[in-house]
């Protein structure tokens, strides 16, 4: 039995953020958090703001990404100044869980994502959003649902985070063997047998080896076609959280397609980074990835590291470091949407260790792939699992407690 329907627009009030003033680091007296797209994703360390024009979110509140690649993106359990990419839906009445609205709105990214317009930087149509229609049982049965695929959530991130502390005790191992020189800026003279480097000297001679994403109109949402074919790279496969592709919600184009953007193919072994947006996510395509070859999007750039004069695994784990985390913050391009174009990633510096030194910690790396791979395996059961229970919840297949569902 399907549930009652209720336009968005008579359950929430909807109010878009906007951009702080100043925003700091860490909390001192008066902050608040400052929330940002990263935020929502649960990406990224807390930032904090004062801003007494600033729009507050609350508990009861779900916050919805207005704009950009990740417009669509719900989270309804944070609370603080929401920046200018983020708009608040508040609750008109206490009929509504706000748990319940968060879910089903979750379980919507992908139809939120095409809801958007606009040429430059894509934003959500308000109008349409403001006629979704949201499935409206009664409060108890609404809040039974939520605790429902609460529990099951939080299953999956226990096993998502059981992912980043490997990643993490890999960085740990990586500060431990490249020690100050990927810690510090360089003030002294490196050790015996390590150089410095630019991205373009360590880039392999073959031809497309360190190219950014297709240029303007050649790759639109237009070219994405509904049966499987080449996958395309976009910044919700990458994280900073982890130092692997995220193999899963891609989009497709054609052979046909892909052929035309031969500059912008990525194999497996290639190294890509994010050039707009969440600047700082870096990760390889697994050599024994899930596809032969992907197609980068305008935000991403790929390297193909020349095996000879850098490890790929160690350029990964570079960039993430704290030394290349502030020379990247120091190089961005502050016009618009946070970015770094092709020269600058090019000319971009790096320290470089013997390379045998480089080929030990990937081979640390590649020891701990068969647990983080296991990890991996569990979370994307969880994954399954709980959309499975998100279809079911909102098309009235989750029965009471008591009753099986043949009942």
């Known amino acids: 039995m399907r549930m009652s329907t209720i336009k ?37 360390e807390p930032r904090f703001a004062v801003d007494p024009k600033g729009v507050l979110s609350n508990e009861r509140d779900v916050i919805i990404a207005w704009d950009g690649a990740n417009a669509g993106t719900v989270s309804f359990d944070l609370e603080g100044y929401i920046g200018s990419t983020l708009t608040i839906l ?50 108890p049965e609404q809040r039974r ?28 191992a990586f500060l431990e063997m490249f020690g100050d020189s990927v810690v510090y800026p360089v003030t002294q003279d490196l050790p015996d047998g390590w150089r410095s480097a630019n991205v373009g000297q360590i880039k392999s001679p073959i031809r497309y080896s360190c190219v950014g994403g297709p240029f ?27 130092a692997d592709l995220i193999e899963e919600n891609f989009v497709y184009v054609s052979n046909e397609k892909a052929n ?16 707009r947006g969440t600047l ?7 050599l024994k990835s899930r596809h032969p070859k992907y197609i980068i999007s305008q935000s991403q750039m790929k390297l193909t590291v020349d095996e000879q004069k850098a490890d790929p695994i160690y350029i990964v784990y570079y960039f993430r470091s704290p030394r290349a985390v502030r020379d990247i913050n ?4 502050a016009t618009g949407v946070p970015h770094i174009n092709l020269g600058i990633f090019r000319d971009f510096p790096i320290v470089l260790p013997p390379i045998k030194l480089q080929r030990r910690f990937a081979e640390i790396k590649n020891q701990h ?35 099986s569902q043949a009942d």
């Open 90 to 139: 508040r609750l008109k009445n206490d009929n509504v869980d706000t748990a319940f609205l968060g879910r089903y709105l979750q379980s919507r990214f992908s139809y939120l994502n095409e809801l958007t317009t606009g040429a430059t930087i894509p934003h959500i149509d308000r109008a349409r959003l403001e006629g979704l229609l949201i499935p409206f049982p009664p409060l």
């Open 260 to 275: 035309s953007l031969a500059q912008n193919v990525a194999f497996p072994g290639d190294v890509i980074f994010t050039q």
């Open 145 to 172: 649902i939520a605790a429902i695929l609460d529990k099951a959530d939080a299953i999956r991130r226990k096993r998502q985070e059981a992912i980043r502390l490997t990643d993490e005790f890999l960085r740990s």
């Open 8 to 44: 968005l627009s008579e359950l929430v009030t909807i109010r878009k953020g906007r951009k702080a003033p100043e925003v700091y680091d860490s909390q001192i007296n008066g902050t608040k958090r400052y929330l940002q797209i990263s935020d929502l994703r649960g990406e990224g």
């Open 330 to 333: 120091a190089r961005i391009l």
């Open 369 to 403: 792939g068969a647990i983080t791979k296991r990890f991996q395996e569990a979370s994307l059961e969880a994954e399954v699992f709980l959309n499975s229970l998100v279809q079911r919840a909102f098309r009235g297949g989750l029965k009471p407690s008591g009753t």
């Open 280 to 286: 700082g996510q870096v990760v390889r395509i697994p």
């Open 216 to 242: 303007g109109s050649n790759l639109t949402r237009a070219d994405y076609i509904e049966k499987q074919g080449i996958p395309v790279i976009r910044g919700s496969n990458l994280s900073t959280n982890s």
